[in-house]
Antibody, heavy 120, light 107 residues
Framework: QLQLQESGSGLVKPSQTLSLTCAVS??????????WSWIRQPPGKGLEWIGY???????QYNPSLKSRVTISVDTSKNQFSLNLSSVTAADTAVYFC????????????WGRGTLVTVSS | EIVLTQSPDFQSVTPKEKVTITCRAS??????LHWYQQKPGQSPKLLIK???KSISGVPSRFSGSGSGTDFTLTINGLEAEDAATYYC?????????FGQGTKVEIK
């Protein structure tokens, strides 16, 4: 059964870059049948889609974060990654990775999420 | 950007009651509207896809309807395990957006 697992630094200093990885197990990220997204949720608040990547490397980002976001994929390691630069306290959130069937687009599989705190 | 506004923000409900949550979109689109359930400390779980299509493994008491700008999630016969926050989500236009969430509490 395919699973997603987020990992990365749980504490990032203001102005630095947040880096997270989502490992895909039980299936191949290169199947071409899905897009792979990052979504975040500030404590006690709602969900915000950050962006997605296809296995070939094409990306789409939320315009609200586009200037600071990079999503990349490493098919050899079966994982995809998020970099968010110039972070502030407003970027403190639980970050989820998720899968959406290509062209269908709802999120049918989610990781458990990882809390990232931005603090000096 | 399509803004999704859910109502109510919070609902306290007795078991076996019917729950109705609405999601109104800032512009009209078809049925690319999906519903998720999120329990505390967990990731969201897909409940309904494309406004009204059921998901395998989701109890039949959950149903969805609507198109255009107005969508509804209905829970027929609330059970204690349904205490959660519910989100609508549109994938018609980028950026994909979510409603602000509706928290359902069991009385």
């Amino acid at each position: 059964q395919l699973q997603l697992q987020e990992s990365g630094s749980g504490l990032v200093k203001p102005s630095q870059t947040l880096s997270l990885t989502c490992a895909v197990s039980g299936g191949s990220i290169s199947s071409g049948a899905y897009s792979w997204s990052w979504i975040r949720q500030p404590p006690g608040k709602g969900l915000e889609w950050i962006g997605y990547i296809h296995h070939g490397g094409s990306t789409q980002y939320n315009p609200s974060l586009k200037s600071r976001v990079t999503i990349s994929v490493d098919t050899s390691k079966n994982q995809f990654s998020l970099n968010l630069s110039s972070v502030t306290a407003a970027d403190t959130a639980v970050y989820f990775c998720a899968r959406a069937p290509l062209g269908i687009d709802y999120f049918d599989l989610w990781g458990r999420g990882t809390l990232v705190t931005v603090s000096s | 950007e399509i803004v999704l506004t859910q109502s109510p923000d919070f609902q306290s409900v007795t078991p076996k009651e019917k729950v109705t949550i609405t999601c109104r979109a800032s512009q009209s689109f078809g049925t690319s509207l999906h519903w998720y359930q999120q329990k505390p400390g967990q990731s969201p779980k897909l409940l309904i896809k494309y406004a009204s299509k059921s998901i395998s493994g989701v109890p039949s008491r959950f149903s969805g309807s609507g198109s255009g700008t107005d969508f509804t999630l209905t829970i027929n016969g609330l059970e204690a395990e349904d205490a959660a926050t519910y989100y609508c989500h549109q994938t018609t236009n980028l950026p994909w957006t979510f409603g602000q969430g509706t928290k359902v509490e069991i009385k």
